[in-house]
């Protein structure tokens, strides 16, 4: 049973729909539910299910030490597009070959969990990993954003920084110094590989939580300090900047 209520989640999950209609709500992004349709979810995201039809599919769902624990690579979930992005949507929709191959891997994945023996989290992993892989290559040529994983570690790393520290660290300089490389060359690095500066990175990240935190009811005030502003004023006004309305107006619309 899929529930309506809201829930954040604090792993990773892909969602891969077969049949079946309706919206999903993730953070306060609306999404039409439909066949061969894939939905990603990051560890803090609030998802919602407002089913329609009998949604059939597969739900896939790990946490960051499944993989980290075998491939020492601590930056590799960073390195998909489609996790933990405020840029390009949450979904794809894939032909019907391309989500055969998909459906292909998790029924292997299934197989390997009905008939568990010593070495399977070996297997599963090394499933696990070639359809992240797949999906974010599919992902790339969707929405037409890089899809080598190996492009620029500083990038990574930034990405990896920000989702850790974003409630103390609202400066370039700040995450710069962190990296060891220049304001500028950091700007220049996330322009090239999202599309956007450092700061709008930054800025995208703190706006997508202080939402998520005003859904959950909290105080302005509360929020405020929670994220280093240094007066409800301030606050009010930053956000008010990149959503046109305050964040009490926010809250009474939603």
Not at 39 to 65: A, H, N
Request: aromatic share 14%; net charge neutral; glycine share 4%.
């Amino acid at each position: 049973m899929l529930d309506s209520t809201l829930h954040q989640v604090s792993f990773y999950e892909i969602i891969f729909i077969q049949e079946g209609s309706g919206t999903f709500t993730l953070d306060e992004n609306k999404m039409s539910i439909a066949p061969r349709a894939i939905i990603f979810i990051s560890p803090g995201q609030v998802r919602r299910w407002e089913i329609e039809e009998k949604v059939k599919g597969y739900t896939l769902f790990f946490d960051k030490d499944f993989l980290h624990l075998f491939f020492s690579d601590e930056l590799f979930l960073y390195r998909l597009q489609y996790f933990h992005q405020y840029l390009h949507p949450a979904e794809m929709h894939i032909a019907e070959r391309s989500f055969g191959k998909c459906l292909e891997l998790l029924q292997e994945i299934e197989q390997e969990f009905e008939q568990i023996q010593n070495d399977s989290d070996h297997l599963i992993r090394a499933i696990l990993y070639q359809l992240l892989i797949v999906l974010n290559r599919y992902y790339a040529d969707i929405y037409d954003v890089q899809r080598d994983t190996y492009i620029h570690p500083d990038f990574y790393r930034f990405r990896s920084l920000l989702e850790k520290r974003f409630l103390q660290d609202h400066t370039v300089e700040t995450y710069s110094k962190l990296l060891n490389i220049g304001p500028g060359s950091l700007n220049k690095i996330c322009r090239q590989f999202s599309g956007s500066s450092a700061q709008q990175m930054i800025h995208q990240k703190l706006i997508s939580e202080i939402k998520k935190e005003l859904r959950q009811n909290k105080s302005a005030k509360e929020i405020c300090y929670q994220f280093g502003f240094s007066d409800p004023s301030n606050f009010n006004r930053f956000f008010k900047k990149f959503t046109q309305i305050t964040p009490q107006q926010y809250r009474r619309k939603i």
